[in-house]
């Protein structure tokens, strides 16, 4: 299933958020205003990508989940956390969720941190490490895989 790459997976579940406020909202998130803090999530998910994002496009390394890597990048954000992108998606599902104020939605956000920490992730590792030996696990050390 190479072609699911994360930003399609996160486009399907985003609109399974909004599907799921509408159609079953089972109970709230959180009581008015605070549901408005789910905005905070998609704010800093929304920067965290792009950021991420720019250091990869700034070393011109590869992005795509199911390609090669062909740059260690090891330091800005990865250097606090070794996957910032999937964190920032994570965290825009949250956010979404939260400001849909539905706890269904709650499922989204929690099965792009489950496909990301089970599948997506290890199959990156798998690679990173193969390509990069020493360095990478030098990284793994230095740097925890999510916060």
């Known amino acids: 299933m190479k072609w699911l790459l994360p930003p399609v997976l996160w486009l399907v579940l985003l609109a399974a958020v909004i599907a799921l406020a509408a159609l079953a909202p089972w109970r709230p998130v959180a009581p ?5 803090s789910g905005a905070a999530f998609v704010a800093f998910g929304v920067w965290l990508l792009l950021a991420a994002s720019g250091q990869f496009r700034r070393v011109r390394t590869n992005i795509n989940t199911f390609r090669d890597p062909n740059i260690l ?10 996957n ?5 998606f994570t965290l825009t599902l949250l956010g979404a969720a939260i400001l849909s104020n539905a706890a269904s939605a709650l499922a989204a956000p929690l099965l792009f941190f489950f496909a990301a920490n089970f599948w ?12 990069f030996g020493e360095a ?10 999510w916060l």
């Open 73 to 82: 990048v090891a330091d800005g954000l990865f250097g606090f956390t070794r």
């Open 120 to 131: 997506y992730v290890p199959f990156e590792e798998r690679a990173a490490a193969a390509q």
């Open 84 to 88: 910032p992108m999937y964190l920032g």
């Open 32 to 36: 008015p205003p605070w549901h408005w």
């Open 136 to 145: 990478y696990a030098a990284y793994c050390k230095r740097v925890r895989r």
